[in-house]
Structure formats: C-alpha cells, structure tokens
C-alpha cells in the first residue's frame, strides 16, 4: 500500500494597521491545532510569546462568535466563552482557500492581524513543515505601545540623535531596522513544548 501523501495548509498572515505592511507566509501540517498555528504564527512574525492570543471571527456553521484561545477568565469578558486553542483543529477553523480569522496578540499593545487561508494542497516530498516562504518587514519590537508607539518610535529612530533617541536605542538593545526580514531564518519552536510552559504559568 503507497503511503498517505501528507497535507498541508498555506496561510498568509498580516499584521494590520501598520504601513507599509508586515506579513508572512507560512506553511503547515493540516493536523495543527488552533495552538500550534498559534505557534506557528509567533514563531514567523518575530513575537516572543509574552502575552495573552486569540483568534475571533473565525468561519463557523452558525451566527455566534467563536473566540479560540488561551482562557484566562481575567481577561474575558461576563459571559464569554473562549475554547482552548489546544482543543480546536485548525483545518476546522480554515475550512477552504479564502476563509480568514483575526488573531490578537498582546491584549494591551492591541496588535491585530489578518489570518487568510490562501491554499490546501500536498506537502512537498523534501520540505520540513512548518515553514515560512516569504514575507515583508520585521516585527514590531514586543511592548512598544501597539501601532501607534511603534509608528512614534519609527520617527524618533528616524531622527538619529536626541535623548529620546539615545534612550530609545538603549531601550532596544541596539538599533532596528524596520525593514529588515529573511524567510530563511525562521527557526520554528515545538508548540507540545510551548503549550507545557503556557500551562505551567
């Protein structure tokens, strides 16, 4: 008996109201969960993980909100209901090429993106998956203030001198360039082993 060709779910994700755009392509094993895509996305974008997710205004068979995430009750609003993101496949979510959901990172910085199923097809024989193929821009630093204090710290970078300058540069360690992205060195973490440390607190 030949073996099972695997699947694969390509995505394109795109941090919004950032101009010009940040985003990324990436590919994954259809059997991702809600989590590992979750893992997935982090992982390309350049996020480090810090904070709460969720992807809301997913395709579904009827009219209610489905919110997938980590259910954190302090962060829930009365009476919502959130399923845990390990619970829920994301070929369940994504159902065919088109389908999009909005995913939240960071619920104080507020950074929004759009997650658009773009192709389900079978895994190339010789690619390791998950995968990023390409691209634009670097991510956000963590903790800037969301797209607006990230947008005041482009200008003051932009400066190249003053306090608010110097501060800056030693608050980043260094300097950044906004844009900067290779596809090929994204290095992509366990998400079984990223979930044991979320729970763990």
């Keep these: 008996m030949a073996p099972r060709k695997k699947i694969v779910l390509q995505f394109r994700v795109t941090l919004e109201d950032i101009k010009p755009k940040v985003w990324r392509r990436i590919v994954v094993p259809s059997n991702y969960s809600m989590w590992d895509l979750h893992v997935a996305i982090q992982d390309s974008m350049g996020w480090l993980d810090y904070h709460l997710h969720e992807f809301r205004d997913l395709t579904t068979d009827d009219s209610g909100e489905r919110r997938i995430g980590l259910p954190v009750d302090d962060f829930l609003d009365e009476g919502a209901e959130i399923t845990p993101s390990w619970q829920a496949m994301a070929l369940l979510a994504f159902q065919q090429p088109g389908d999009e959901a909005t995913y939240e990172y960071d619920f104080g910085d507020g950074w929004v993106h759009t997650v658009e199923l ?3 097809s079978l895994a190339e ?9 390409a691209g634009e821009r670097a991510c956000p630093p963590e903790d800037c203030g969301g797209p607006h204090g990230y947008q ?6 932009k400066k190249g001198r003053g306090e608010a300058y110097e501060s ?10 906004a844009g900067a992205f290779e596809a090929a060195e994204v290095r992509f ?12 607190g």
């Design 125 to 133: 024989p010789k690619r390791q998956y998950p995968s990023c193929i």
């Design 168 to 177: 800056l540069v030693e608050w980043l360690g260094g300097g950044f360039d």
């Design 118 to 120: 773009e192709a389900i």
């Design 152 to 157: 005041e710290m482009l200008k003051t970078l």
């Design 189 to 200: 973490d366990d998400p079984k082993l990223r979930l044991q440390r979320a729970l763990r």
